[in-house]
Every structure is written in C-alpha cells, then in structure tokens.
C-alpha cells in the first residue's frame, strides 16, 4: 500500500467535533445523542467518544450509533494513549464518517485548577477539535454573550466554533440570546434548543439509568419513541448542515506513534475463555478492556448472572460495575448462578471483579439501611441479600459517595499484574464492605482514594480479586495480558491436571 494511500485510511482524517457545555446538567448529553440518532438517519457512520471515564452515557452513545463508545481521560492517558484510543475507536468496525466526542462537566474542568489536565478543553486540543458549547440558558438572554466570550477566551487554543442554546422558553427568549451572543463575540448559535421535558434521561445515584436498563424498564418501543423524541426535537432546533461544517473544518490529526490495539498472541498459546458478565446489573465495561482481551489472546463469552442458570465453559471471569443493588432480590434468587461462581473460585478460576462486581462476590448486600438515605428516584427497600460468598465481607449501600481517581501499587504477584506494579484508575461508588476479618488479605495499596479498608483495596481469596478501583487497559497496560494469562494456566491445569 502506497504511503499516500495509507495515510487516506487513518481515522485523523475524517471530521470530528466535541460537544462540552458551561457546566454539568447543561443538557449536552441529550444534545450529543439527538445529534448522533440525527446523523446516523442521514446513513453516516458516528464514531462516539466520551472525555473521562463515565459508563452511562457511552452505553446511549453505543445504542444509537451500533459503535462502541470510547472513553478519552487526559488524567489516565498520555498523549499518544488518547489518540491511540480516537484511531482504534474510529477504524474499528469499518471507518467511520464523523467522530463526535461528548465533554464532561464544564468545558475547562478538570484534575487541578490552574492546569487542564483531565479536562474537556485538554482532550479538544490534542485531538485539534473544534467545539460545540451548549448553553443552559434558562433565565438568561444578553448575559449568555458574556459566558460565551469568557469560554472563547479562557483558553485561545481551544476552538470555540459554534454554540446551542438549551432551555430556551420562547421565540423572543431564543432571538434575545442568539442576536447577543453573534454579535459580541463572533460564534455562530447553530441550535435552539427549548425547554421540554422529553429531552430527560431517567436519572438514579451514579447518574443517568444505563441504556441496556433503560430498554428493559421501558420496553423496546417505549424506548426507542424516547430516542426518536429526542432525535425529532435535535433535527428541528439544531442546524445539521451547519454542524457537519464545523466538523468538517477540523484539521488532519497525527498518528500515533505506538499502538497498544496490536496482538500479542502467540498461535502456539491455548487461547482461554472469559466470561464476561453483562446484563442489567452488570454493564460498566470500557469497550477498550474488552477488545484489549481479544487482543491478548482470550475468546470473550457473555453471561448474565441475573438470567443464566448456570456459568459457560470459561477458564475465567470478569464482573464489572453496575447496580447489583437494585437487582439484588434477581440476582440472589438465581442461586444456581451464585453456586457456580462460588465453586469455580473455590477451584481456583481467575476472577476479576470490579465495584459492583465485588459487591456481587461478598458474601451480601443490605440496602434500603436506616440513616444511610436514598438517591435520585432510585427505590431500595430495606433488605438483605444473599451474594456469591467468594469474598467476606457485608456490602452496605450509603449515603456517601465516593467518586475520584484512585492510584495503586500492586502490593503481591496476582491476576492482574506483578507485584510493584502501579496503576492509575478510578472509583465511584454509593457502597461501603463490613465485617471484613482481619486476617483478610489484599493486593492493591492505595496513595490516593478511598478503596475497601482505608488505603487497602483488591481483597482476593485465593485467584479471586475484588476491588473498588475501575481499571482502564490502555492507562494500566498490563491488565488485559495479565487476566489472559491467568485464563490460561488455570485452562492448561485443568486440561492436564
């Protein structure tokens, strides 16, 4: 393949805009969907991202697209890191046309205050990506001229190149606002966008309710008139046309210079099975981990411990986040399902759970406890649940909320890694473990993060370990190798014992 030819086929060549906004619940989640559904009936092919390290609103992203979402974290990720994931993002699964990239909280929030490392404005500059700003405008006309020119100064490498107005009341409310804002500072209001109540995504305590729950509680129908509500609201009030120039004024992207979405397979290598939980309660994956596995060498194979009576042949297991919480009473009533896991830990299988996936493998979970409150609309009776029992432990919801980025040693050789390894991830979490024994043992010491036990997390028995922290594969590399190698061995003991 010519060098020219080459160059056409990577994914820093085709358009590409970031949706940020003022602040967080400035609607730009919706906004970002109704767009994506927007273009994808016009038949493009919409690579989504999201800038940190959310779940929720990628498992939207991902319904609406038939892409997987990637997440994009300036704080976990170098440089090289963020565009190796934007290029794998955008070339996996056939190119795409557009790659929209959706901000989190306000445009310039990030890690520290006088830096934009872990910001949206960071990710808009390394990917040399203009920028949407949606405004909540309720309440305000002239003023949001002045927000607007505060945001395109703040910053003069960051790109502001268009603006949508959200909340808008009336006509004369959007002309005041728009006339305002194009003629103090220059940027063009491609979108209007007015107050309506079918443009809300049902909210509980980590955040928005998870797509594939969202499909489940509503029904299919009910849940797609949801999307094409908010799609139909998006074409009316936004200019598409005007949108897909801003996109396409993005300049040509550099190449990574290493990738780590290469195979490291050796075809000599047994190549393991890991089940992966997903269902209702457990559906926080970074698609990254998953193709990270295959790359390594493991067959991916997806259960649902809510609804499968029995586990698939797997040689190992990994449980992400989601809310076991409110799927307690399911997941205890499958008791087979819990017998299995249980069984396959005591054998020695690698198990890898992360927060709501080690709330499943404690032995239970209370909810609804007296004094430690409720979220949102989420409704939790007081009970308790039987759990799996692979770890000890009583897991109790509370009150407080625990969400930061977390970064830990690996204190002894384990499924994940070496011992002396070092990570960067994230937690957040409405959860707390009791009744842990003291002589329970851990493989992770935290220097920042709260963890099971004060800087303690990762409890393990035997080849299982649990831990509040959400690991990113391309941020802590050597995940995914690690999990697949111990898939193996447990594959080759068992094939000759």
């Known amino acids: 393949m010519s060098q020219k030819k080459q160059s056409e086929t990577r994914a820093g060549s085709i358009p590409r805009v970031l949706i940020s906004a003022d602040r967080s619940s400035s609607g730009k989640t919706t906004i970002s969907m109704g767009l994506m559904a927007a273009l994808v009936s016009r038949g493009y092919k919409v690579q989504p991202f999201k800038v940190a390290l959310d779940y929720i609103d990628p498992s939207y992203h991902t319904e609406i697209t038939g892409r997987f979402c990637r997440n994009l974290d300036g704080y976990l990720m170098d440089e090289n890191g963020i565009l190796d994931v934007y290029t794998h993002g955008c070339e996996a699964e056939d190119k795409a046309d557009i790659a929209i990239i959706e901000g989190v909280r306000g445009l310039y929030e990030g890690f520290e205050s006088l830096s934009d490392l872990g910001s949206t404005a960071q990710i808009a500059k390394i990917l040399n990506c203009p920028v949407i700003l949606v405004i909540n405008a309720r309440s305000i006309t002239r003023s949001s001229a002045a927000l607007v020119n505060g945001y395109k100064n703040f910053d003069l490498d960051v790109q502001i190149a268009g603006v949508i107005l959200n909340n808008i009341g009336s006509l004369r409310h959007a002309e005041k606002a728009k006339e305002a804002i194009e003629y103090y500072t220059g940027v063009p209001v491609i979108g209007i966008v007015p107050r309506d109540p079918s443009m809300q ?100 194979v997806y259960f649902s411990p809510v609804k499968d009576p029995a586990l698939p042949e797997v040689d190992g297991l990994y449980i992400g986040g989601g809310y076991p919480e409110l799927f307690a009473a399911e997941l205890e009533a499958n008791e087979s399902m819990r017998q299995d896991i249980k069984k396959a830990s005591a054998e020695g299988m690698p198990i890898y759970a992360e927060c709501g996936g080690l709330m499943y493998l404690t032995e239970k979970i209370s909810t609804g406890v007296p004094g430690k409150g409720t979220y949102h609309d989420t409704s939790m009776p007081e009970s308790t649940y039987s759990m799996v029992g692979a770890l000890p432990g009583h897991t109790i919801m509370g009150q407080t909320r625990v969400v930061s980025y977390n970064i830990g040693t690996l204190e002894r050789d384990s499924l994940i890694g070496k011992k002396g390894n070092s990570f960067k991830g994230h937690e957040f979490h409405h959860s707390e473990i009791k009744e842990i024994p003291e002589d329970a043992e851990f493989a992770i010491t935290l220097s920042r993060g709260t963890g099971i036990i004060g800087d303690r997390d990762g409890l393990i028995s035997g080849n299982t370990l649990g831990s509040y922290a959400h690991l990113h594969g391309v941020s802590y590399r050597e995940l995914a190798g690690s999990l697949v190698e111990a898939a193996r061995k447990f594959k080759e003991r068992r094939a000759f014992p």
Do not use: Q
Not at 237 to 265: H, M, Q, Y
């Open 201 to 300: 995504i049902s909210m509980r305590h980590l955040g928005l309710m998870p797509a594939l729950e969202g499909r489940r509680r509503l029904g299919n129908e009910g849940f797609e008139a949801r999307l094409r509500g908010i799609e139909e609201i998006i074409n009316k009030g936004i200019d598409i046309d005007r949108f897909l120039k801003i996109a396409s004024s993005a300049k040509p992207l550099k190449n990574p210079e290493s990738s780590v979405f290469s195979s490291t397979l050796d075809e000599r290598e047994c190549k393991p099975k890991i089940g992966v939980a997903l269902d209702e309660a457990f559906n926080f994956y970074y698609r990254d981990n998953i193709d990270l596995l295959k790359f390594a060498g493991a067959e991916i």
